[in-house]
C-alpha cells in the first residue's frame, strides 16, 4: 500500500518540463480517476422502542466499500463498486459474525453540457442519464436467483446561491429484475401448509415473490460550507415494487390462497427510504460522515412504518478515502 501511495504521489508531482507536448500528463490521467474511493462504516440500530426480542431489531455491522471510477471525458463518466459487509450480532436473517458481499454495480452516466453564462457565473440548473448494473454477487441475490437487475436512470438539479450552493434534485429510475426463478430460495427446506395444496408431511424451498419491476422516485437536498469541507444533506427514496404473476393452484382457487383484496392480481410492494447525513472534509484526501437511515414501508396490519424514524433506523459513522487526493495532499 505504500508503495503504491508513494507512485501516486511522484506521478502528481512530475514537472510539466518532462511530458510530451500535445500528450495528457500523468497528474492529468490521475485525475480522471478522482472519484475514486474506500469507505469503511460502522452502523448501529436504534429506536427499538417496546420491542423486547434480543435479536429482532438490534444490529451492529461493518461495512468496507470501493468504488473505481473513471471521469472518460468531460461529460461521460463510468463506474465499477462492490462491498463486504460483516454482521457482529446475530439478527433474523445473518448469523454472528458472518460476513455478506454485495452486489458489485457497474455504472455509466452522462451529463449534458449546459449553457455558458459570462464571468464565472454556473448556470443553476443540471441534469444527467445513466444506467446502473447490478450483477448477483450477494446472498440475497442469488437467493433470488436474479441474473442482472438493470437501472436507466433521470436526474435534474437546481442549485441556489446559499453558502457554497444549496442544491435540490429529483431522481427517477426504473429497474427491470430479471431472475430465473419467479420465487425465492429458503436456504433451509421448510414444512409447506395443506393450505397450499401441499400434502401432510412434505416440505417446500419456495420463498417469497420476487421483483421483476421496480420503480424508484427520489429527491434529496444537500448544502454545503466552508469551501465545501462542510455539507449537509438530507434524502427520501419511494420505491413501488411489482411482483411476478402468481402461479395457479390445481386444488385450489385463488381466493383461498391470496388476500381477496388483492383481486389476483400481480402484487404491488412499496418500500421508503431517508437519509441524513453531515459530511467534514478537510481536503482531497479523505471525509468523515454521520448520519441516520431509516428504511420504511407497509407494516403487516397494512399501515405506515413511519419513514423518518422508525425501530429499523440506523446510525452510522463513515470514513471514506480517495486515494488520487490522498497522493496530491502528500505530492504537496
Excluded at 128 to 136: A, I, M, Q, R, S
Excluded at 149 to 177: H, I, Q
Amino acid at each position: 500500500m505504500r508503495r503504491w501511495i508513494a507512485i501516486a504521489a511522484l506521478l502528481l508531482a512530475a514537472p510539466a518540463w518532462a511530458e510530451e507536448p500535445g500528450k495528457e500528463s500523468a497528474a492529468e490521467t490521475a485525475e480522471r480517476f478522482a472519484g475514486s474511493s474506500l469507505l469503511y462504516e460502522n452502523s448501529w440500530s436504534v429506536g427499538h422502542g417496546a420491542n423486547l426480542d434480543p435479536v429482532s431489531t438490534k444490529s451492529w455491522s461493518m461495512l468496507w466499500t470501493g468504488t473505481l471510477a473513471l471521469q472518460a471525458t468531460e461529460h461521460l463518466s463510468f463506474s465499477l463498486g462492490g462491498s463486504m459487509q460483516r454482521f457482529l450480532w446475530e439478527e433474523d436473517t445473518t448469523f454472528r459474525n458472518e460476513v455478506w458481499l454485495s452486489d458489485t454495480t457497474f455504472g455509466l452516466a452522462f451529463a449534458p453540457p449546459g449553457p455558458e453564462l459570462e464571468g464565472d457565473a454556473e448556470f443553476p440548473l443540471s441534469a444527467n442519464v445513466g444506467l446502473d448494473l447490478d450483477l448477483p454477487t450477494s446472498k440475497a441475490s442469488q437467493a433470488e436467483t436474479l441474473i442482472l437487475a438493470a437501472s436507466p436512470y433521470m436526474e435534474g438539479t437546481v442549485t441556489a446561491p446559499l453558502l457554497d450552493g444549496w442544491g435540490w434534485t429529483y431522481r427517477f429510475t426504473m429497474t427491470p429484475r430479471a431472475h430465473r426463478y419467479t420465487t425465492a430460495a429458503l436456504a433451509t427446506p421448510r414444512v409447506c401448509s395443506q393450505a397450499t395444496g401441499c400434502t401432510l408431511g412434505t416440505t417446500t424451498n419456495t420463498g417469497w415473490l420476487n421483483t421483476k419491476l421496480q420503480m424508484t422516485h427520489g429527491i434529496s437536498t444537500s448544502i454545503s460550507a466552508l469551501d465545501e469541507i462542510l455539507s449537509l444533506s438530507a434524502g427520501l427514496d419511494v420505491t413501488y415494487g411489482w411482483l411476478y404473476d402468481k402461479s395457479p393452484s390445481e386444488r385450489y382457487p385463488e381466493s383461498v390462497l391470496s388476500d381477496p383484496g388483492n383481486a389476483g392480481g400481480t402484487p404491488v410492494t412499496l418500500s421508503s427510504a431517508f437519509t441524513l447525513d453531515l459530511t467534514i472534509t478537510p481536503n482531497d484526501a479523505f471525509a468523515v460522515s454521520v448520519g441516520l437511515w431509516t428504511p420504511g414501508g407497509m407494516t403487516p396490519s397494512g399501515g405506515w412504518y413511519n419513514p423518518l424514524g422508525n425501530r429499523w433506523s440506523q446510525v452510522y459513522f463513515d470514513v471514506t478515502f480517495y486515494p488520487v487526493g490522498l497522493g496530491k495532499t502528500l505530492a504537496k
